[in-house]
């Protein structure tokens, strides 16, 4: 089994959160809303790593970066191999960008959107997502 150390951010814009999906045949989760993030590089800090993340997957950068939570997971990626996720969660809120992706994106999301609270309460979150939106008091 493959081990992988990954980062997630939730940026908050007025009462929104920024969400992702991936299609159903990439990653982990596919086919499910997750945070923006990602891998951590060999030697890359890890917050240097969920900004660079944040800004290839969305084009958006934020301020008031927050280490939140961290948590794990065993899961299988669409091909069926299975891989330990050690993942690193933060909090942001957003400055600027808009709602594309960037240069270095390899995830080619289906969807980069802002979503309210009971728009979430709407689409099928990840199990790491749905998690980590209840610790931080959503009503899910």
Do not use: C
Not at 40 to 48: F, H, L, S, Y
């Amino acid at each position: 089994m493959k081990k992988s150390v990954v980062t997630g951010i939730l940026v908050k814009k007025d009462n929104n959160v920024l969400l992702v999906k991936k299609p159903d045949n990439v990653g982990p989760y596919a086919g499910t809303y997750l945070t923006p993030g990602g891998g951590v590089n060999t030697g890359e800090a890890i917050d240097e790593a969920v900004l660079r993340e944040l800004y290839e997957e969305t084009g958006v950068k934020v301020s008031n970066l927050k280490r939140v939570s961290f948590d794990d997971a065993v899961t299988e990626n669409w091909k069926g191999d299975e891989t330990h996720y050690i993942m690193l969660l933060y909090a942001a809120d957003y400055l600027s960008g808009d709602l594309q992706s960037t240069e270095g994106d390899d995830d080619n999301l289906e969807v980069i959107k802002w979503f309210s609270e009971d728009e979430i309460k709407g689409i099928k979150l990840s199990p790491p997502l749905k998690k980590f939106l209840l610790k931080l008091g959503y009503k899910l």
